[in-house]
T-cell receptor
């Protein structure tokens, strides 16, 4: 199993540009999560999906952020327009539906720098 | 989800056991105790979880107090590769986890 795959590994962009982060969850997993990690705020849950449907997006910071999951094997997190304060590591994670205490599997993250 | 309290950092010697404490005094009867760790430049990884009984796996042991208001993650023989941030989470649903600041574990050779 390849695990959760995120791309790109690093992204450097200029303020005002659109940024798209990508995630491929583990095959057979029903839940997909997007987290953001910064030194100041730690790991924050932004949004999660169940069976491709967004369930809770209360952690999305503002309208500049949007996430989609068009099918079971792909999700995107888009920031438009990007700002320097969006600089962070963005993690995608997936888990399998079933028992409520299923464990999360995280990707390696995307290091985003907005100049 | 219940609030958890962990020490900011701990230090251990290589090849010695490590006991990482976590307080969760407001835990509810249906909250599981989950432990994850994050190695440098990596995403968090699952370590162990439990509800009431002590749990063991190949990575660690989890000792849960009888009143469930605290728990301890036990690494039986710390290695340099165990240096990481360890997160304790008390949450009913293991697939919607809210991470706190965690404990930074330093392992000395």
């Amino acid at each position: 199993d390849a695990g959760v795959i995120q791309s790109p590994r690093h992204e450097v962009t200029e303020m005002g540009q659109e940024v798209t982060l990508r995630c491929k969850p583990i095959s057979g997993h029903d839940y997909l999560f997007w987290y953001r990690q910064t030194m100041m705020r730690g790991l924050e849950l932004l949004i999660y999906f169940n069976n491709n449907v967004p369930i809770d997006d209360s952690g999305m910071p503002e309208d500049r952020f949007s996430a989609k999951m068009p099918n079971a094997s792909f999700s995107t997190l888009k920031i438009q327009p990007s700002e320097p304060r969006d600089s962070a590591v963005y993690f995608c994670a997936s888990s399998k539906q079933g028992q409520s205490h299923e464990k999360l599997f995280f990707g390696s993250g995307t290091q985003l720098s907005v100049l | 989800d219940a609030k958890t309290t962990q020490p900011n950092s701990m230090e251990s010697n290589e090849e010695e056991p490590v006991h990482l404490p976590c307080n969760h005094s407001t835990i509810s009867g249906t909250d599981y105790i989950h432990w994850y760790r994050q190695l440098p430049s990596q995403g968090p990884e699952y370590v162990i979880h439990g509800l009431t009984s002590n749990v063991n796996n190949r990575m660690a042991s989890l000792a849960i107090a009888e009143d469930r208001k605290s728990s301890t993650l036990i690494l039986h023989r710390a290695t340099l590769r165990d240096a990481a941030v360890y997160y304790c989470i008390a949450e009913e649903y293991g697939n919607k986890l809210v991470f706190g600041a965690g404990t930074i574990l330093r392992v000395k050779s």
